[in-house]
């Protein structure tokens, strides 16, 4: 799907694209006081993302940094450990350098409730092991935690705007789902969430190609201080498994 679309970076300078990117994260950022929520799987993609949110906030004096930025991602408790390690030493660092340099963004590891756990769904309710057409742990391990951590965003601050960095090359399908939200934006660039109410989405990476993401993260140093070298290498040692 990917080689069917064109890179962003085409017939154009890699740094006056992520300027441009750059420059509509500040805007959509200062434009009102309701709270970002970034999903962040510590994939590629979701790293991009955050990557850019944190360039563009640093960017800005900090009287402007007026709202909160939630950096969400949630622990099965049954992830690859290597992967699982990796993203919660990414928040820990993330964190950190947050701090130091003043910047409104809030990491937070969210996991699933007892009774929506893995082992006691599969031990304790019967619940068979989840397998292509019956992905029952998705919804209940990955989902739930980071829709209630955002419904409790909205019933604290009336709205949230949630970043993602689903991307339309992904696949014909993702990129049917995206066009016809898009249909639905009531604000420029903002999506409406038929899941979650208040909240709408913002995708910035939406029409980036998979080559994109790894040139942008490859180019462009992790600004918390995670060697996105490191990223590349994980992905290059991955199996389907």
């Not at 850019?52 to 009287?63: F, K, N, Q, S, T």
């Not at 950096?71 to 408790?77: E, G, K, N, P």
């Not at 939200?181 to 029409?207: A, F, G, M, W």
């Amino acid at each position: 799907m990917s080689s069917a679309r064109t890179s962003a970076f085409a017939d154009a300078n890699i740094a006056d694209v992520i300027e441009g990117i750059l420059e509509e994260i500040r805007a959509l950022y200062t434009l009102d006081e309701v709270p970002w929520v970034v999903g962040y799987s510590g994939g590629k993609d979701s790293t991009a993302v955050l990557q850019l949110v944190w360039m563009a906030l640093d960017a800005l004096p900090p009287e402007k940094r007026t709202k909160p930025v939630h950096v969400i991602s949630t622990d099965t408790l049954v992830e690859n450990p290597i992967v699982a390690r990796w993203v919660a030493n990414s928040l820990e660092t993330m964190g950190g350098a947050a701090e130091r340099e003043d910047l409104p963004i809030q990491p937070h590891r969210l996991t699933p409730t007892p009774r929506d756990s893995f082992w006691v769904n599969l031990l304790g309710k019967g619940y068979p092991a989840p397998r292509h057409k019956f992905r029952w742990c998705t919804e209940r391990l990955k989902i739930s935690p980071s829709n209630q951590f955002i419904l409790d965003v909205v019933q604290n601050s009336g709205e949230a705007i949630l970043l993602l960095g689903t991307r339309k090359a992904e696949s014909s399908k993702r990129a049917a789902t995206m066009a016809k939200h898009e249909k639905r934006r009531v604000r420029e660039r903002l999506s409406p969430n038929s899941r979650l109410p208040n909240c709408q989405i913002y995708t910035p990476i939406e029409d980036w190609i998979n080559d994109d993401v790894w040139v942008f993260l490859m180019q462009f140093a992790n600004p918390w201080g995670y060697a996105n070298k490191d990223l590349l290498t994980m992905y290059r040692g991955a199996t389907e498994d």
